[in-house]
Each structure stands twice: as C-alpha cells, then as structure tokens.
C-alpha cells in the first residue's frame, strides 16, 4: 500500500524528490468535484499496478509556490517523477486508462 501524504512546502517537495525514486503529485482542492471523484481511482490505480509508487497530495490553495515552480494551475493535475525528473504531466480531463499506459513503460524501466 503506498503512503499517501500532503505536502505543504516547496523545501519538503524537493527533498522527496530527491530522496524517493517514484513519485506521483497530485494538484487538487477541495472544491473541485473532478479533482475528489479521480484520487481514490488514481490511488487504486497505483495500489494494484505501480505499488513503488509514492502518492503525495497538493492543495492548490494552500501551496501556490509550489504551483507556480511546477506550472501546476489546473485542478487536478497529476505530475509523475522517475528518479527526480518529471516524466508525465497530465491536466483536468484525466483517464485511469491513459495514466496508467503513461507510467507504465517508465516504471517498468526502472522496476524490472
């Protein structure tokens, strides 16, 4: 099961970045209904396939730094990294299906 944690600074961002090989941001708030109904199915999506993995939260509203450093100003957006460089960057209209054909050749590369 992979952790799920919101993060609320730029500094803690770039030290997970530094520290973690996978990483999946997801850029939300909680008025956004889309942005609600997509992270449990973004969060099974990695339970079942990509358990290496580490989901992290952002709330739009509350980070603005870190949004602005990673252009991330539609909600919800999902930003993957792979060895601290962002590798997949998907906005608003995000299916499961597409995510996960995204993540899973980088994954398996560094993986398998």
Avoid: H, W
């Avoid at 992290?56 to 990294?81: H, M, R």
């Avoid at 995204?102 to 993986?111: G, N, Q, S, T």
């Amino acid at each position: 099961m992979n952790k799920s944690k919101s993060i609320n600074s730029l500094e803690e961002l770039e030290e997970i970045l530094k520290s973690e090989i996978a990483v999946l941001l997801y850029f939300n708030t909680i008025s956004c209904n889309v942005g609600e109904a997509l992270e449990p199915k973004v969060k099974n999506l990695l339970n079942t396939y990509f358990q290496k993995i580490n989901f992290y939260t952002i709330d739009l509203n509350f980070s603005s730094e870190i949004a602005a450093k990673y252009s991330a100003f539609v909600e919800p957006t999902i930003l993957v990294f792979f060895e601290g460089k962002e590798t997949i960057r998907k906005s608003r209209n995000i299916g499961i299906y597409e995510l996960q054909e995204a993540i899973e050749r980088p994954y398996k590369l560094i993986f398998e």
